[in-house]
């Protein structure tokens, strides 16, 4: 009895042993789980792969450290590493989620962009419209954040326009004409690799009783991957879909007049063929 009193201890000590052996087998387990979950709601990551590399090996470090000390101090320190190891697993921080950042590229084409479409009646014929925009270097004559357009070949054309000054001032990118029925429709996009994506149409119907040109304008931009949303606020200087439609209305009254006016008032341009002369 007393031999068995005796071999309690040691048997409670083999079973701390063993215990001690646990952690790194109990985070394996739970970097499993967390991969699977990981790929379960990619959707919710907002954390890029370098960052995310960066907080797996600090967090391995810091767990690690922890695990050695064996105190408070410790367990603090494994909480923090554990944390990030975690924030780089899954691939989601909270703080960023707070504050409404982003750095996975995965996310940048669903959340940071921004879409409009509008329609509105020109009293003007479908052949004289088309063939104004088919021109794209007519279209910063009375888009406002679009710096200049330049066409090159084969339905290819150079994109600028105005960015934040920390971006160096303005973007650039080439677009391709991918859909183009005279008089009808016109669909183009930014070809792979651009600096940002682009993608736009624009229809044209006859209007009933002869009252012109129904015209509707779809437009997409998102901005570089991991860009943050503001990106496109200060793209476009003011509320993205109210900047496109004030846009369009410009469109529309050089179509209609001849002419646009500017933010004082003062006639821009006069529309002359295909193209616009500055007054």
């Not at 960052?51 to 967090?59: D, L």
């Not at 063939?131 to 009375?142: G, I, M, Q």
């Not at 391709?176 to 016109?186: G, Q, S, V, Y």
């Not at 991957?225 to 004030?246: C, M, N, S, T, V």
């Amino acid at each position: 009895m007393a031999k068995s009193t005796r071999n309690r201890p040691a048997s409670t000590r083999e079973s701390n042993a063993r215990q001690t052996n646990r952690p790194p087998q109990i985070v394996q387990t739970v970097e499993q789980s967390v991969q699977q979950l990981n790929g379960r709601s990619s959707g919710l990551q907002n954390v890029g792969n370098p960052e995310r590399a960066i907080s797996i090996a600090a967090g391995a470090i810091l767990a690690a450290l922890g695990l050695r000390r064996r105190d408070a101090t410790g367990v603090f320190i494994a909480g923090v590493g554990s944390a990030l190891a975690f924030r780089g697993i899954t691939g989601h921080c909270s703080l960023y989620q707070a504050l409404g950042a982003n750095t996975c590229p995965c996310d940048a084409d669903r959340d940071d962009g921004v879409e409009v479409s509008a329609s509105f009646l020109i009293n003007k014929p479908a052949e004289v419209l088309y063939s104004f925009w088919r021109h794209f270097e007519n279209l910063p004559k009375f888009m406002s954040h679009l710096e200049s357009v330049s066409e090159l070949d084969r339905g290819r054309s150079h994109w600028v326009a105005n960015a934040p000054a920390i971006y160096g001032g303005k973007v650039e990118w080439d677009a391709e004409i991918t859909a183009d029925e005279p008089n009808k429709l016109i669909r183009w996009r930014s070809l792979p690799g651009a600096d940002i994506e682009h993608r736009g149409s624009i229809q044209f119907t006859k209007a009933l009783g002869d009252r012109g040109t129904n015209v509707r304008v779809e437009m997409e931009y998102r901005p570089p991957a991991g860009k943050l949303g503001q990106w496109i606020a200060k793209l476009f200087h003011e509320e993205p879909k109210q900047q496109i439609h004030d846009d369009l209305r410009r469109f529309k009254r050089l179509m209609e007049a001849g002419d646009i006016l500017t933010i004082v008032g003062q006639p821009r341009g006069t529309c002359t063929g295909h193209g616009v002369r500055e007054s």
